[in-house]
Nanobody, 120 residues
Framework: QVQLVESGGGLVQAGGSLRLSCAAS????????MGWYRQAPGKQRELVAR???????NYTDSVKGRFTISRDNAKNSVYLQMNSLKPEDTSVYYC??????????????WGQGTQVTVSS
């Protein structure tokens, strides 16, 4: 199996910064896309940012210019640098990875979620 462990959430004032980290471990053959989703209370989960194994990125419009996604393939890790945070960024952030394993083939795995709260 594959586990994703997130860290880096917390409480920050508007205009501040946070960096989320997520590390994948387990019987990994290959990691394809990695990324971050978020879900606020009463809202649907939305894609925040995604990065391919080759480093190509895309972002939801509301975070462009403020958030940066990166990954370290040697460490099976993905990061989300969040700058100029706004109260509307308050959500639970979930890491995901599109992973190929020998036993289970290709499927998506999710982290447990980390709370990000931005105060005004």
């Amino acid at each position: 199996q594959v586990q994703l462990v997130e860290s880096g959430g917390g409480l920050v004032q508007a205009g501040g910064s946070l960096r989320l980290s997520c590390a994948a471990s387990g019987n990994i053959f290959r990691i394809n896309d990695m990324g971050w989703y978020r879900q606020a209370p009463g809202k649907q989960r939305e894609l925040v940012a995604r990065i391919t194994s080759g480093g190509r990125t895309n972002y939801t419009d509301s975070v462009k210019g403020r958030f940066t996604i990166s990954r370290d393939n040697a460490k099976n890790s993905v990061y989300l640098q969040m700058n100029s945070l706004k109260p509307e960024d308050t959500s639970v952030y979930y890491c995901y990875a599109d992973v190929t394993t020998i036993i289970f083939g290709r499927r998506a795995y999710w982290g447990q979620g980390t709370q990000v709260t931005v105060s005004s």
